[in-house]
Nanobody, 120 residues
Framework: QVELVESGGGLVQAGGSLRLSCAAAGRTFTSNMVVAWFRQAPGQERELVAVISIGGAIPSYSDSVKGRFTISRDNSMIAVYLQMNSLKPGDTAVYYC????????????WGQGTQVTVSS
């Protein structure tokens, strides 16, 4: 079992930046894990924003955030980050960290979510 803890959400003006953090409580991520950030705005479906393989594969992004958001992990594999720049009101959502084992087709582990609000 992996407990994920997110932090770093908040209120920011359009054009601003935030960095979200996701840690695996009491342990590190392992090299065979894949970690992603999802978001869900009120009344909308959950959207996959960015994905990274802890083992080192090239990250991928949704078209809506490509060029503005960067997903990364620290070398100690303690945390995964989502750096969000040039934020827009349309980025307002609850952001969730999720993780899966590399051989799993679904994300088995989820954080509690952190609110990001971008004002115009």
């Amino acid at each position: 079992q992996v407990e994920l803890v997110e932090s770093g959400g908040g209120l920011v003006q359009a054009g601003g930046s935030l960095r979200l953090s996701c840690a695996a409580a009491g342990r590190t991520f392992t090299s065979n894990m894949v970690v992603a950030w999802f978001r869900q705005a009120p009344g909308q479906e959950r959207e996959l924003v960015a994905v990274i393989s802890i083992g080192g594969a090239i990250p991928s992004y949704s078209d809506s955030v490509k060029g503005r958001f960067t997903i990364s992990r620290d070398n100690s594999m303690i945390a995964v980050y989502l750096q969000m720049n040039s934020l827009k009101p349309g980025d307002t959502a609850v952001y969730y960290c999720a993780a899966r084992e590399a051989l799993s087709s679904t994300f088995q582990y989820w954080g509690q979510g952190t609110q990001v609000t971008v004002s115009s």
